[in-house]
């Protein structure tokens, strides 16, 4: 039906098979990455950024060769915390990588603190959101949507003077 079989051909195999185009305008909203971009922005605000170990290898609590990194480590009064974006509304298998992670690092540690910070806080009617709560409470990790992530950052910073 389309005028031009091999234009309409085309337009159908970069609709429905091709790869997209990366996108140029920036960090898309409710990702892991626009999660991480605005609490460093807040860190770095609330004079924490100088606290924090950021990019933190996990294989000398993991497996030689792990290659994740949790985003922000700190240290205070012989605990040792540990901060990773995650999106709610995208993959949950990155909280359950870090619940993995979170069970690993207690083995090597003893006193830890874990915290989850989300880009929203989550729904009681979302299905995924609440699969992701659940997991992290059943490894004493806790949620700080980014709605409360300022007075977050105040709280660390007090406790890391």
């Keep these: 039906m389309a005028e031009d079989f091999d234009a309409e051909l085309d337009h159908l195999f970069r609709a429905h098979i091709a790869r997209p185009a990366p996108r140029r305008a920036g ?23 100088p606290s924090l ?18 985003d922000y480590s700190y240290r205070y009064n012989g605990t040792r915390g540990f901060l990773q974006p995650i999106a709610l509304g995208r993959d949950p298998s990155r909280a359950k990588v870090f619940v993995y992670t979170a069970e690993q690092i207690r083995r090597h540690v003893a006193r830890t603190e874990f915290t989850a910070i989300t880009e929203v ?13 659940r997991l992290l409470q059943a490894q004493d990790i806790s949620i700080v949507p980014l709605n409360r992530v300022e007075k977050f950052a105040e709280e660390l910073r007090s406790r890391l003077q």
Excluded at 121 to 133: L, S
Aim: overall charge positive.
């Design 27 to 49: 960090i898309l909203e409710g990702t892991r990455e626009w999660i991480r971009a605005r609490l460093h922005d807040v860190f770095y605000r609330h004079r924490v950024l």
């Design 53 to 70: 170990q950021q990019n933190v290898r996990v294989e000398e609590f993991t497996q030689p060769g792990d290659p994740l990194r949790i």
């Design 121 to 133: 806080e989550p729904v009681p009617e979302n299905r995924r959101h609440q699969f992701i709560a």
